[in-house]
């Protein structure tokens, strides 16, 4: 595999992850709200830059970086239909890889205590990406947050489709710290200290030799692969989202630590075996409400 082609694996497959979990980042972005006018029909546009590419703390050897513009529309009632468009930077080159088409629902109950996200997304990917079985193709998720003064609890689950169907889990603590009025009457500056641990299967494949005896003589030796997978802990991952709303317009920060657990090695073969170690990393984006 090469690594072009393992630089993209991580980043789609971390892309749809990060739509599955309705993480800490949109928790405290919702906060923001009531800087803005009350909710209604509106059109967002944003753009997001990410420092360190990785699927649950797993990393291409190129370091990849990447920025992912992005246009959606969210009705009042709480549907939207999202469309980002994705490039990849490394050391090699730089290039358009694929457009994300996100459809979802988010809702909250009126006492303000549950918050919720259902979506289907799908990727269409450019011609210049060599497409490769586990390149993940659609994804479904599912979140739900118990929202308190004290502590918000998150837990959400996906499915994602390429060659198999694998599942995905998460469960998160985050706690809003709201500041109003920083600047102005029109501003708020929300942080928002986080912790999840991400789960999903992992897929094992063994290949052994075994010798077949005619009698007690041996004639050949027959190989068996057997295939198994497992849901294990992938990663545990601390992050502190800070978000500036000014109006119509967002802008988050959101630096990260990530641990990834349960790498995968395979014997002899560098090309199927999984990299990765703690490593920090930060996205930025910025959201303008129209």
Known sequence: MTPIRLAAIIFFTALTTAVAAQNSDTTATNATDSAVPAAKTHLVIGATYNSGLNYYGRVDSLHSKAMYPSVGLFLKDGIYANASFVFIHNNLESLYAATLLEAG??????????????????????????????????????????????????????????????????????????????????DVLVLDPSANVYAG??????????????????????????????????????SFPVVYG????????????????????????????????????ITATVKISL
């Not at 599942?167 to 600047?183: E, K, N, S, T, V």
């Not at 119509?248 to 990834?260: A, C, D, E, F, R």
């Open 105 to 186: 629902y988010n809702f909250k109950d009126h006492n303000g205590r549950w918050a919720g996200n259902l979506s289907v997304s799908q990727f269409f990917y450019s011609q210049g990406i060599e497409m490769v079985q586990s390149v993940v193709k659609e994804a479904a998720s599912a979140s739900i947050t118990h929202l308190n003064k004290v502590i918000n609890v998150t837990l959400g689950a996906n499915l994602k489709w390429s060659d198999q169907l694998d599942l995905g889990g998460q469960a998160g603590l985050d706690h809003i710290i709201r500041l109003p009025h920083i600047f102005g009457k029109d």
């Open 246 to 281: 000014y109006k119509k317009m967002n802008i988050l920060l959101t630096p990260s630590y990530v641990l990834p657990q349960n790498l995968l090695a395979v014997p002899g073969q560098p090309s199927l075996s999984e990299y990765g170690s703690d490593m920090f990393y």
């Open 201 to 238: 299967t992992q897929n094992f494949t063994q290949t052994y030799y075994e010798r077949r005896n005619l009698l007690i003589f041996p004639i050949d030796q027959q190989e068996i692969t057997t295939n198994s997978r497992q849901f294990n802990i992938l990663a545990y991952e601390f």
